[in-house]
C-alpha cells in the first residue's frame, strides 16, 4: 500500500507545471507566457520592424531554414492555445486529493500514562496554541504590582492621615491591661490573629495583698516573679477581636476568683520553678574609687617618683637606651676586623689550589 500511495505522488507531482518551491512562492500579478512559469517580457520600444526583419534573416542564413513560415504557422495554433489555457496556466493544475495517512493513538499504559505526546493526533505544544509569559515573569509582575499599590498609598493616602492624628496620653491607672498586635502588611498569615495581654499585679485595682498573692498563684507559669507581669496570649479565634475579647474575659474571671474570700490558697506556696532567675553581675564597692583611695594611690606615686631619682643619683639606675646602643657598637667593632681578614683571603682558582669539594647538607 505504501508503494502504490508513493508512485501516485510521484505521478501528480511530474504533472505539474511548477515546481514544489514555486508553488509556494509569491506569484506575479502579470501575466504570464504560455506553457512557462514566467511572466510576459515586456516589449522593448527602441527595437522597430527593420531591425526586426534584419534579425530574422541573420537567424535563417545561420540555421537554413524558412522561420518566416514557421512563424506563421504556428500563431494560429498558438492564439487557440493561449485562449484556452489562460485561466489554468495562472494556477497550474490541480493536484489529485490525497488522503493523509491516519496518526494511530497509542494505547494508554503505565509507561506513557500522563499528558498526550506533541506527535499525536489532537496535541501540540502549549507555546503554539497560547501567547503568555511564564509563572516566574507572573509572579514578579504581581509583586511589581504591589510595590506600586503601597507606593501610591504611601503618596496619596497617608497624607490625609495626618487629620486623624491624636496626641499621645500615657495610660492611666484604669487601663492596666497592654494587648499586642502582629500585622503582616495585607499579607495572609497564621500568626496575624495572635494577640498578645500583658499586666502587672500590682496595677489591679482593688485587690488586697493576699488577693494579689491569690492571682499569681492562679495564673500560674504565666506570672514572672522578677518583673512581676503576667503574659498570656491566645490565637485559637479566626479574628484579633475575638482573641481580645476572649482574653478580658479571661483576666475578668481571674479578678473574680482572687476577690472571692471562701478559699484564700494561703497554705499553697507560690510555684516559681517554671522560671530561671539569671544573676545580674554587680561591680564590687571594694573597686569604688572614693576620696582616701584618691588620696592613697596619689602618695605612693609620689613615693616612687622619690625613689627613682635617688637611685639616679646614685647611678643604680639603669638607662635602657645607652645599654641598647653600647651593645650594638660592641657588636659592629667585632664584625669589622672579621670582615677585613675575608677580604684578605685569596681566590679560589681553578688549579690545583682550587679544588672544590660538594658537601651534602
Not at 527602441?46 to 500563431?75: C, I, M, T, V
Not at 503582616?184 to 493576699?210: I, R
Not at 473574680?256 to 564597692?285: C, G, I, M, N, Q
Given at each position: 500500500?505504501?508503494?502504490?500511495l508513493?508512485?501516485?505522488?510521484?505521478?501528480?507531482?511530474?504533472?505539474?507545471?511548477?515546481?514544489?518551491?514555486?508553488?509556494?512562492?509569491?506569484?506575479?500579478?502579470?501575466?504570464r507566457?504560455?506553457?512557462?512559469?514566467?511572466?510576459?517580457?515586456?516589449?522593448?520600444?527602441?527595437?522597430?520592424?527593420?531591425?526586426?526583419?534584419?534579425?530574422?534573416?541573420?537567424?535563417?542564413k545561420?540555421?537554413?531554414?524558412?522561420?518566416?513560415?514557421?512563424f506563421?504557422?504556428?500563431?494560429?495554433?498558438?492564439?487557440?492555445?493561449e485562449?484556452?489555457?489562460?485561466?489554468?496556466?495562472?494556477?497550474?493544475?490541480?493536484?489529485?486529493?490525497?488522503?493523509?495517512?491516519?496518526?494511530?493513538?497509542?494505547?494508554?499504559?503505565?509507561?506513557n500514562?500522563?499528558?498526550?505526546?506533541?506527535?499525536?493526533?489532537?496535541?501540540?505544544?502549549?507555546?503554539?496554541?497560547?501567547?503568555?509569559?511564564?509563572?516566574?515573569?507572573?509572579?514578579?509582575?504581581?509583586?511589581?504590582?504591589?510595590?506600586?499599590?503601597?507606593?501610591?498609598?504611601a503618596?496619596?493616602?497617608?497624607p490625609?492621615?495626618?487629620?486623624?492624628?491624636?496626641?499621645?496620653?500615657?495610660?492611666?491607672?484604669?487601663?492596666?491591661?497592654?494587648?499586642?498586635?502582629?500585622?503582616?502588611?495585607?499579607?495572609?498569615?497564621?500568626a496575624?490573629?495572635?494577640?498578645?495581654?500583658?499586666?502587672?499585679?500590682?496595677?489591679?485595682?482593688?485587690?488586697?495583698?493576699?488577693?494579689?498573692?491569690?492571682?499569681?498563684?492562679?495564673?500560674g507559669?504565666?506570672?514572672?516573679?522578677?518583673?512581676?507581669?503576667?503574659?498570656?496570649?491566645c490565637?485559637?479565634?479566626?479574628?484579633?477581636?475575638?482573641?481580645?475579647?476572649y482574653?478580658?474575659?479571661?483576666?475578668?474571671?481571674?479578678?473574680?476568683?482572687a476577690r472571692?474570700?471562701?478559699d484564700?490558697?494561703?497554705?499553697v506556696?507560690l510555684?516559681?520553678?517554671?522560671?530561671?532567675?539569671?544573676p545580674?553581675?554587680?561591680?564590687?564597692?571594694?573597686?569604688?574609687?572614693?576620696?582616701?583611695?584618691?588620696?592613697?594611690?596619689?602618695?605612693?606615686?609620689?613615693?616612687?617618683?622619690?625613689?627613682?631619682?635617688?637611685?639616679?643619683?646614685?647611678?643604680?639606675?639603669?638607662?635602657?637606651?645607652?645599654?641598647?646602643?653600647?651593645?650594638?657598637?660592641?657588636?659592629?667593632?667585632?664584625?669589622?676586623?672579621?670582615?677585613?681578614?675575608m677580604?684578605?683571603?685569596?681566590?679560589?682558582?681553578?688549579?690545583?689550589?682550587?679544588?672544590r669539594?660538594?658537601?651534602?647538607?
Amino acid at each position: 500500500m505504501a508503494t502504490a500511495l508513493q508512485s501516485v505522488r510521484l505521478t501528480a507531482r511530474s504533472c505539474a507545471c511548477s515546481t514544489f518551491s514555486q508553488q509556494y512562492a509569491a506569484r506575479s500579478i502579470g501575466r504570464r507566457r504560455t506553457f512557462a512559469t514566467t511572466p510576459l517580457l515586456l516589449k522593448r520600444k527602441g527595437r522597430s520592424a527593420e531591425a526586426k526583419k534584419e534579425g530574422l534573416e541573420k537567424l535563417q542564413k545561420k540555421s537554413g531554414r524558412d522561420l518566416a513560415g514557421l512563424f506563421a504557422e504556428n500563431d494560429e495554433i498558438l492564439r487557440e492555445l493561449e485562449e484556452e489555457l489562460e485561466a489554468d496556466v495562472e494556477i497550474g493544475p490541480t493536484p489529485p486529493d490525497i488522503d493523509p495517512v491516519p496518526k494511530h493513538m497509542l494505547k494508554d499504559t503505565f509507561l506513557n500514562m500522563g499528558d498526550p505526546e506533541p506527535f499525536e493526533e489532537g496535541a501540540g505544544f502549549p507555546e503554539e496554541d497560547q501567547d503568555d509569559i511564564s509563572s516566574l515573569a507572573h509572579r514578579e509582575l504581581e509583586q511589581h504590582r504591589e510595590w506600586r499599590h503601597y507606593a501610591r498609598l504611601a503618596a496619596w493616602e497617608m497624607p490625609l492621615l495626618s487629620k486623624l492624628a491624636k496626641p499621645f496620653e500615657p495610660p492611666t491607672g484604669d487601663m492596666p491591661l497592654r494587648f499586642r498586635y502582629t500585622t503582616y502588611m495585607g499579607e495572609s498569615h497564621p500568626a496575624e490573629k495572635k494577640v498578645v495581654l500583658e499586666f502587672s499585679t500590682a496595677d489591679m485595682p482593688n485587690l488586697t495583698p493576699m488577693q494579689r498573692e491569690k492571682l499569681k498563684k492562679l495564673v500560674g507559669v504565666r506570672y514572672n516573679p522578677e518583673t512581676d507581669v503576667v503574659r498570656m496570649s491566645c490565637e485559637m479565634h479566626e479574628t484579633q477581636a475575638q482573641n481580645k475579647r476572649y482574653l478580658g474575659d479571661m483576666v475578668d474571671n481571674l479578678l473574680k476568683e482572687a476577690r472571692d474570700p471562701t478559699d484564700t490558697f494561703e497554705d499553697v506556696p507560690l510555684d516559681t520553678r517554671h522560671h530561671h532567675f539569671k544573676p545580674k553581675p554587680h561591680f564590687p564597692r571594694e573597686w569604688l574609687l572614693t576620696e582616701e583611695r584618691k588620696a592613697e594611690l596619689e602618695k605612693l606615686r609620689q613615693q616612687a617618683t622619690m625613689l627613682d631619682q635617688q637611685r639616679e643619683a646614685a647611678g643604680q639606675l639603669v638607662d635602657g637606651v645607652r645599654q641598647i646602643q653600647a651593645a650594638n657598637a660592641a657588636r659592629k667593632a667585632l664584625r669589622d676586623p672579621l670582615a677585613h681578614a675575608m677580604a684578605d683571603l685569596p681566590a679560589a682558582g681553578k688549579g690545583k689550589g682550587g679544588k672544590r669539594v660538594a658537601v651534602r647538607r
